[in-house]
Nanobody, 125 residues
Framework: QVQLIETGGGLVQAGGSLRLSCAAS????????MGWFRQAPGKEREFVAA????????KYADSVKGRFSISRDNAKNTLYLQMNNLEPEDTAVYYC??????????????????WGQGTQVTVSS
């Protein structure tokens, strides 16, 4: 059974930093695209960042470019999201996601097959 478990969320003041981790089990994702999405109250789930298997190609939503950094450790089957200079608008539940097969699309919810349960990030002003 495939599981993605996110950790690292919490409450932080604006301008602060958090590092999210996503530990995968049940299969290896070393050849698959993985990503982070987030969902704020009353809003749809939105793309945050994605990374290809080798880690050389990384994509970000415009709203987080320059502040967030996605990375992965294939040996540990773990995905990370370093979030710096956090803003109140970043408050949301953050979800880890993985594709079962490589796809050209990586920034939509429908492009991902596996999802974690989410971790809450709250940024106070």
């Amino acid at each position: 059974q495939v599981q993605l478990i996110e950790t690292g969320g919490g409450l932080v003041q604006a301008g602060g930093s958090l590092r999210l981790s996503c530990a995968a089990s049940g299969r290896s994702f070393r050849t698959d695209i993985m990503g982070w999405f987030r969902q704020a109250p009353g809003k749809e789930r939105e793309f945050v960042a994605a990374i290809r298997s080798t880690g050389h190609v990384r994509k970000y939503a415009d709203s987080v470019k320059g502040r967030f950094s996605i990375s992965r450790d294939n040996a540990k089957n773990t995905l990370y999201l370093q979030m710096n200079n956090l803003e109140p608008e970043d408050t949301a539940v953050y979800y880890c996601a993985a594709q079962r097969l490589p796809r050209a699309i990586f920034n939509t919810v429908s492009a991902f097959d596996y999802w974690g349960q989410g971790t809450q990030v709250t940024v106070s002003s």
